[in-house]
């Protein structure tokens, strides 16, 4: 399957920025403004938070996609299964080049 250029350049940059701050949840694949509010709401702000999430749940596609969907139904928003797709391939390619 092909991955989107937000998906790549999550995946081959550091969780931080050039100032060396942490990244916003946003950064991350198939997280657009809506998801990351209410990902913010619930105490994920930064890609780092949801990253420790993914790793947690085993990195297990299942496992995270189900939970992932569960936080988006609690502040009612909807967000596809090809967006939750992406988030699960951007933290898994990061993983997989960086752990």
Not at 54 to 75: A, G, I, V
Request: glycine share 8%; proline share 2%.
């Amino acid at each position: 399957m092909s991955t989107s250029k937000k998906e790549d350049d999550f995946i081959r940059e550091p969780l931080k920025n050039d100032k060396g701050e942490y990244k916003d949840v946003e950064t991350v694949g198939g997280i657009g403004p809506k998801a990351a509010d209410a990902l913010k709401k619930r105490g994920f702000s930064k890609a780092f938070h949801l990253l420790g999430q993914f790793m947690l749940l085993n990195m297990d596609q299942e496992m995270f996609s189900e939970w992932l969907k569960e936080q988006m139904k609690e502040e009612k928003v909807e967000l596809q299964d090809r967006y939750v797709q992406s988030c699960f391939r951007s933290l898994k390619g990061w993983c997989d080049n960086n752990v």
